[in-house]
């Protein structure tokens, strides 16, 4: 039982483009979430998050945008870089614990 | 500062051997964390720490045992080795209870497990 899908496992973008990774959720208890990069070889690193409480979190390249009536939420990257290129975690929360993850989508930004 | 440090890198066991992955933190963090990644799928919690003395199961415990006897620590152990054991595992560590963008995960670089 799933409750973060990501359902792209990977996505090729054209540098300079935007990037739109996309996550849906089954549990309308969660109320914060999170999205992770990681490349290869090395551990996941904290990217941008958001509140239940709000639709939107803009920080620099990267927006995340929330649909809690649709349950899905969004990563947009503007503009794609080749540096951008890595694995993408979705991730939600419960009351700030226990974080559930997606299962990643693979983000390839050609120059 | 290191961050998080996972020994080993990597590790092929044998079906029934037992192994212990070591993680450890510099950052003064109260929780610890380990998680495990299989292929296609998300990562999955095995179990955490509150704090030195204290952990508790996550989602997926079965199989492994940990122990938090400092702040910094918090090994792994894998006492009789499955295939279904194979997987990439990374320890995470955090400054509160509560995973907020003040308060995010910080992972080790992992260590991938092969059981045959």
């Known amino acids: 039982d799933q409750q973060v899908k990501q359902n792209s496992p990977s996505l090729s973008v054209q540098e300079g483009r935007i990037s739109i990774l996309n996550c849906d959720y089954t549990?309308?208890?969660?109320?914060?979430f999170l999205w992770y990069k990681k490349y290869p070889a090395e551990g996941p690193t904290f990217l941008i998050s958001?509140?239940?409480?709000?639709d939107k979190n803009e920080d620099g390249r990267f927006t995340v945008f929330l649909n809690k009536s649709a349950k899905h939420l969004s990563l947009h990257i503007v503009p794609s870089q080749p540096g951008d290129s890595a694995v993408y975690f979705c991730?939600?929360?419960?009351?700030?614990?226990?974080?559930?993850f997606g299962a990643g989508t693979i983000l390839r930004v050609k120059s | 500062n290191a961050g998080v440090t996972q020994t080993p890198k990597f590790r092929i066991l044998k079906i029934g051997q037992s192994m212990t992955l070591q993680c450890a933190q510099d950052?003064?963090?109260?929780?610890m964390y380990w998680y495990r990644q299989d292929p296609g799928m998300g990562l999955k919690l095995i179990y955490y720490?509150?704090?030195?003395?204290?952990?508790d199961k996550g989602e997926v415990p079965n199989g492994y045992n940990v122990s938090r006897s400092t702040t910094e620590d918090f090994p792994l152990r894998l006492e009789l080795a499955a295939p279904s054991q194979t997987s990439v595992y990374f320890c995470?560590?955090?400054?509160?209870?509560?995973?907020?963008?003040?308060?995010?995960?910080?992972f080790g670089n992992g260590t991938r497990l092969t059981v045959t």
């Open positions: 995470a560590s955090s400054y509160g209870g509560e995973v907020t963008n003040n308060s995010p995960l910080h």
């Open positions: 549990n309308s208890m969660f109320d914060y």
């Open positions: 958001i509140s239940s409480i709000k």
């Open positions: 991730a939600a929360t419960e009351y700030g614990n226990k974080l559930v």
């Open positions: 950052m003064n963090h109260n929780y």
């Open positions: 720490s509150v704090g030195a003395g204290i952990t």
